[in-house]
């Protein structure tokens, strides 16, 4: 049954009402050709699920309001924008970790809830999308909760930092500029009062926040999209340079078509072989993605890139 049809159905009813007409299940099933079974439970939902304050008037045959300053909540939407939103709140529930799921669920629920008794859309798309995340740092609600607010009113923060490379931690005056989720991490990209500059928090590594009266303006001119696509991974804000990975034959098939990176150049050699090129800001995190292909690639360029997956391997040796 589609959306279209009950939204219509919905606001006929509302408007005869209105009109002092007095419908009812008879009246709205002949004006829509429907039975009149569907009728009434369009009648009873109207009542139950929207609030609609109706009364049947038994000497008038029919329905009227009990309170005329009521206005329905009606929002009509597609199938396709329907599905559209439910298909995002699912990803974004998925990516948070529950954090934030329950208030999309919220404001989801209020534009579906007409559609509850004719449809399954909904339990369709949770049965078949879900995103699968590894080796993630998951975010306490209540820091994730704290964060977004001062986000999003521009509100400076204070924040307890547990940095794993020293094993402190310290207090940070911090202006929110983005939130975003990279790989099932939640990280926080802010201008740090005591570093001078922008920086990239995790927010599983934040152990207290608390969001001041102090709003601000930004301090550095930041914009997202040049941020992103400045280099190769999480690891932004230094100078880059271009990194040459070449993979073999085999592996040639399975990288052929992936994008590493927007700037990207590929080349592929006689022998099937593939090479990928894109600038990089920190070797940090291609070393692991290099390591993660064993000898399926090989470092082409930069040489300091080269030494380190050497030395890596040569520390592997010694374990194993």
């Given at each position: 049954m589609?959306?279209?049809?009950?939204?219509?159905?919905?606001?006929?009813?509302?408007?005869?009402?209105?009109?002092?007409?007095?419908?009812?299940?008879?009246?709205?099933a002949?004006?829509?050709?429907?039975?009149?079974k569907?009728?009434?439970?369009?009648?009873d939902?109207?009542?139950?699920?929207?609030?609609?304050?109706?009364?049947?008037?038994p000497?008038?045959?029919?329905?009227?309001?009990?309170?005329?300053t009521f206005a329905?909540?009606?929002?009509?939407?597609?199938?396709?924008?329907?599905?559209?939103?439910?298909?995002?709140?699912k990803?974004?529930?998925?990516?948070?970790?529950?954090?934030?799921?329950?208030e999309?669920?919220?404001i989801?629920?209020?534009?579906?809830?007409?559609?509850?008794?004719?449809?399954?859309t909904?339990?369709?798309?949770?049965?078949?999308?879900?995103?699968?995340?590894?080796?993630?740092?998951?975010?306490?609600?209540?820091?994730?909760k704290?964060?977004?607010?001062?986000?999003?009113?521009r509100?400076?923060?204070?924040?307890?930092?547990?940095?794993?490379?020293?094993?402190?931690?310290?207090?940070?005056?911090?202006?929110p500029?983005?939130?975003?989720?990279?790989?099932?991490t939640?990280?926080?990209?802010?201008?740090?009062?005591?570093?001078?500059?922008?920086?990239?928090?995790?927010?599983?590594?934040?152990?207290?926040?608390?969001i001041?009266?102090?709003?601000?303006?930004?301090?550095?001119e930041?914009?997202?999209?040049?941020?992103?696509?400045?280099?190769?991974?999480?690891?932004?804000?230094?100078?880059?340079?271009?990194?040459?990975?070449?993979?073999?034959?085999?592996?040639?098939?399975?990288?052929?078509?992936?994008?590493?990176?927007?700037?990207?150049?590929?080349?592929?050699?006689?022998?099937?072989?593939?090479?990928?090129?894109?600038?990089v800001?920190?070797?940090t995190?291609?070393?692991?993605?290099v390591?993660?292909?064993?000898d399926?690639?090989?470092v082409?360029?930069?040489?300091?890139?080269?030494?380190?997956?050497?030395?890596?391997a040569?520390?592997?040796l010694?374990?194993?």
């Amino acid at each position: 049954m589609g959306i279209k049809n009950v939204y219509e159905r919905f606001t006929w009813f509302d408007n005869e009402v209105r009109l002092e007409k007095y419908p009812n299940a008879t009246f709205l099933a002949s004006q829509f050709e429907i039975s009149r079974k569907t009728a009434q439970r369009d009648i009873d939902f109207m009542r139950d699920r929207l609030g609609c304050p109706l009364e049947y008037q038994p000497s008038k045959k029919g329905y009227h309001y009990v309170d005329n300053t009521f206005a329905i909540p009606l929002t009509y939407l597609s199938v396709e924008e329907l599905t559209s939103l439910l298909i995002a709140k699912k990803i974004l529930r998925d990516i948070s970790g529950g954090n934030v799921g329950g208030e999309i669920s919220t404001i989801l629920n209020r534009i579906t809830n007409i559609l509850s008794k004719y449809s399954k859309t909904e339990d369709l798309i949770e049965d078949a999308i879900s995103i699968q995340s590894i080796e993630f740092l998951p975010a306490p609600e209540e820091i994730f909760k704290i964060v977004l607010e001062g986000l999003l009113k521009r509100k400076r923060l204070t924040i307890t930092y547990h940095s794993p490379e020293s094993e402190e931690e310290n207090k940070r005056k911090i202006d929110p500029y983005h939130l975003f989720n990279y790989r099932g991490t939640w990280h926080l990209i802010a201008y740090c009062h005591v570093r001078k500059g922008i920086r990239d928090f995790a927010l599983g590594r934040i152990t207290e926040a608390k969001i001041s009266d102090e709003g601000f303006k930004k301090v550095v001119e930041f914009n997202k999209e040049n941020y992103f696509s400045s280099s190769f991974g999480i690891y932004k804000g230094g100078p880059t340079q271009r990194v040459t990975l070449r993979f073999s034959p085999v592996k040639s098939r399975w990288i052929k078509g992936q994008v590493w990176h927007k700037d990207q150049e590929i080349r592929i050699l006689k022998d099937g072989s593939l090479e990928i090129s894109f600038p990089v800001s920190d070797l940090t995190e291609i070393k692991m993605e290099v390591l993660r292909h064993g000898d399926s690639v090989e470092v082409i360029k930069p040489k300091a890139l080269r030494d380190l997956i050497r030395e890596e391997a040569e520390n592997l040796l010694m374990i194993y």
